[in-house]
């Protein structure tokens, strides 16, 4: 059956760097491409951008341009996601989502890691 | 960017009731669209894709219409489990992919 185990909780200060990961099991890595969502307390879910393991191209969302990239490591079938000069509004819990199809709905999700971004 | 508008926010149900719950689309997103349920603490769960096709799993009193921009969640007997966030999310035209603002099913 499909896994995605992401990383544990991050504490970080403003200014700082987080790299969450993402570890998938149970099906052929590189056939289904990754979206990162990101969800602040209380609020909606934020779409961030999106990886193909298989090429690995992305998306990002406009506002994170410069901020996030996200990669792959096909050896060990994990998905990365790396946000720098963190702020206190990035303070979110971050997941990672596999597509149904490629460039499709997101049918698998990771259980969330919390970042928290605080002086 | 396609903006997702949902409604209403809150929709206050009694158990057994049927509830329909609403997304709008700012253009044309043919039938690419899903809808997640969400509970507290919990991540994301797809419900629906392609507007109207349950995922795997999904029980039968859930159910989708629409096309184009408009596009409908329907409940036909709302269980205790199923009070939680619901989101639609178009993937027609991105990035980014965009999803509305949700909608909070909660018992009346």
């Known amino acids: 059956q499909v896994q995605l185990v992401q990383s544990g909780a991050e504490v970080r200060k403003p200014g700082a760097s987080v790299k969450v990961s993402c570890k998938a099991s149970?099906?052929?890595?590189?056939?289904?491409?990754f979206s990162w969502v990101r969800q602040a307390p209380g609020q909606g879910l934020e779409w961030m951008g999106w990886?193909?393991?298989?090429?690995?191209?992305?998306n990002y969302a406009q506002k994170l341009q410069g901020r996030v990239t996200m990669t792959t490591d096909t050896s060990t079938s994990t998905v990365y996601m790396e946000l720098r000069s963190l702020r206190s509004d990035d303070t979110a819990v971050y997941y990672c989502?596999?597509?149904?199809?490629?460039?499709?709905?997101?049918?698998?999700w990771g259980q969330g890691t919390l970042v928290t971004v605080s002086s | 960017e396609i903006v997702m508008t949902q409604s209403p926010a809150t929709l206050s149900v009694s158990p057994g009731e049927r509830a329909t719950l609403s997304c709008r689309a700012s253009q044309s997103v043919s039938s690419s669209l899903a809808w997640y349920l969400q509970k507290p603490g919990q991540a994301p769960r797809l419900l629906i894709y392609?507007?109207?096709t349950r995922a795997t799993g999904i029980p039968g009193r859930f159910s989708g219409s629409g096309f184009g921009t408009e596009f409908t969640l329907t409940i036909s007997s709302l269980q205790s489990e199923d009070f939680a966030v619901y989101y639609c999310?178009?993937?027609?035209?991105?990035?980014?992919?965009?999803f509305g603002g949700g909608t909070k099913v909660e018992i009346k």
């Open positions: 990886i193909s393991p298989y090429n690995g191209n992305t």
């Open positions: 999310q178009q993937y027609n035209n991105w990035p980014p992919l965009t």
């Open positions: 149970g099906y052929t890595f590189s056939s289904y491409g």
């Open positions: 989502a596999r597509d149904l199809v490629v460039r499709g709905p997101s049918a698998y």
């Open positions: 392609a507007a109207s």
